[in-house]
């Protein structure tokens, strides 16, 4: 290494670099969207009263939530072709392992935020003579939602610095494209502190954004 | 013994306390009332030093307690304090609570500080409940406990922030009655209330706040007989009402 | 799946067996050290982040911000490929020549500043949590404010935050798996290694996952004793998730 820093390797691989950052924020995106409307259907099911769905959805939840997210990602990466008897891109195994991961930890938020509410206020929108349906709609939901919003904005934080793991298949996002730059230009200080502070600011910006809204929005 | 000389306090803009001075003696019970957000609790928690204040000064038995050189918590400890939500430790017994500052702030040994938290626990009629956390006792228990766990100490004076204000009304008398009988025992008291009943029985005098300034500090039979202020006289007419 | 075919016993075969157990006995390691660094360091942080003190607040909010806001594996690069480059000469080269283990211990040292910043946050909202009144009861009986935390604070936030911490604790427990990225030979890495050398991929990794699943178990088993243990006589126990 030749001694000194050479912060001028960032510009030359510039474009290669964004090529990754572009990937880890279609990956972030696909997965959060995913992630919640799976994660939607569990947290229904697990409060529902359908036979053995809340302890199916429990047992979901709790199984995948014991499994480090990186074995969640070998297991999809390695069966899915094993299973459809196809080659799929890493990409899309890596990004089923995400959703169904990720709706883990959603269904369990949105669970919350809707247990959250007090049963009084249920009692309360009943005795006005509305339906359950309407205490869902006008009374229960717009609380709980604020109150898990935030939760949400920050577990997808989480998410978005958790699908830096897909290094671990080499599939080409932020932070693996700046390791290949950093092995093959010799340059892991520049690069490694360059993701790092990138990914500081992004998510220290996000997480202060949050923070407001949960603010503004707080009951 | 507690004097307090033009204290005023300020959060922003917002005025608290405004130049507020009195004194309570050796011996003397005052009672400090005022409507809600008059700055009543505030005061009172100037005088150990709870709530920092902007000017003015609080001296108890001479001692400055707004000067930076001052242990607090050696000035603290003689003075007892009752709060509104009793604020026993959840997590230790009655006994324990009452035991928890003779042994670290005192230094008493077990056994001294046992016999003495025995002796109050009785002295409260609470002689049974002494292993019993506090979210098994009632809230008339549960200050009483407060009160034994400040005398404990064997507080110079007491001070006590709306003691009744978070009891039910049944248990509002088992806790008045502990304290006039401190009153009669000539314990120094201030005590933030709205009884005035226990005013009028025990308290030698009576200060009157709104927003913040003491607008009356009158003896007890000069305050309830011919109240000079007319917010004293519309407070007084409000509470007494039913 | 009818093409697949199945290899349970290669599990019990030479070298694979030794595989598993060794690297199971890594994984629990790491998580055992990693969380030894991170209770008191992050219970100190915690603690910092809600003294009067603005400078120790500043520190302590500096430190939470940093950790959770880059993620763990550019942190266990930062430590493994980079720090050594920034220390002074003599150090690095202790480092990178000397230090035994180095992969093992960096993960470890990694794992457990990054829990701290959880824990840290976990301890503060536990200390924030109790109501200021009980704050100034302590004091008002002539408790120093450390008085205070010894005995009256943090005695109650720990209780609250047992099942929070529960789950930071399985939390570094799972995130071992990311030393494999500096070659640590933790499980995760073994189940993966035994399907590269065999082929048997669901049988490694299902193996793997069942591991991780019971002490997952474990934990939360003897987390729900340890807060049936230490609960407050006349309140109701959260119980860990």
Known sequence: ?219 | MIELKNVSKWYGEFRVLDDCSMRIAKGEVVVICGPSGSGKSTLIKCMNGLEPFTRGEVTIDGISVGAPDTQLPRLRARIGMVFQNFELFPHMSAAANINLAQLKVLGRDRATAQAKTDELLARMGLADHATKFPAQLSGGQQQRVAIARALAMDPIAMLFDEPTSALDPEMITEVLDVMVGLADEGMTMAVVTHEMGFARKVAHRVVFMDEGAIIEDASTAAFFGTPRSERAQQFLSKILQH | MGSYRWNWPILLADPYYGWIVSGFGNTCLIAVLAWSIAFPLGSAIGIARTTELRPLRLVGTIYVEVFRNIPLLAQMFLWYFVVPELLPQDWGHWVKRDMPYPQFLTSVLCLGLYTASRVAEQVRSGLEAIPRGQHHAGLAMGLTPAQVYRYVRLPVAYRIIIPSLTSDFLGVFKNSSLALTIGVLELTSQARQIEEYTFAAFEAFATATLLYCAVTGIVILAMRQVERRTRIPGTIAIGAQ
């Open chain 1, 1 to 219: 290494m030749g001694g000194g820093f050479d912060f001028a390797v960032l510009i030359r691989n510039a474009p290669f670099l964004w090529g990754g950052m572009v990937l880890t924020l279609q990956l972030t995106a696909l997965a959060v969207t995913g992630g919640l409307a799976l994660g939607l259907v569990l947290a229904v099911l697990r409060l529902s009263r359908i036979p053995f769905a809340p302890a199916l959805v429990a047992g979901y939840v709790n199984f995948l939530r014991s499994m480090p997210l990186i074995l969640a990602i070998f297991w999809f990466y390695t069966l899915i072709p094993k299973l459809t008897g196809q080659s799929v891109s890493s990409f899309y195994s890596v990004l089923i392992a995400f959703i169904l991961f990720e709706a883990a930890y959603y269904s369990e938020i949105i669970r919350a935020g809707i247990s959250s509410v007090r049963r009084g206020q249920i009692a309360a929108a009943l005795a006005l003579g509305l339906s359950n349906a309407q205490a869902m709609r006008y009374v229960v939901l717009p609380q709980a939602i604020r109150n898990m919003i935030p939760v949400l904005l920050t577990q997808s934080i989480v998410m978005l610095q958790d699908t830096s793991l897909v290094y671990v298949v080499g599939l080409r996002d932020f932070l693996t494209t700046a390791d290949i730059v950093a092995g093959r230009d010799s340059r892991p200080v520049e690069l490694y502190m360059f993701v790092a502070l990138t990914f500081l600011v992004v998510c220290f910006s996000a997480s202060r954004l949050v923070n407001r809204l949960r603010r503004r929005y707080a009951l």
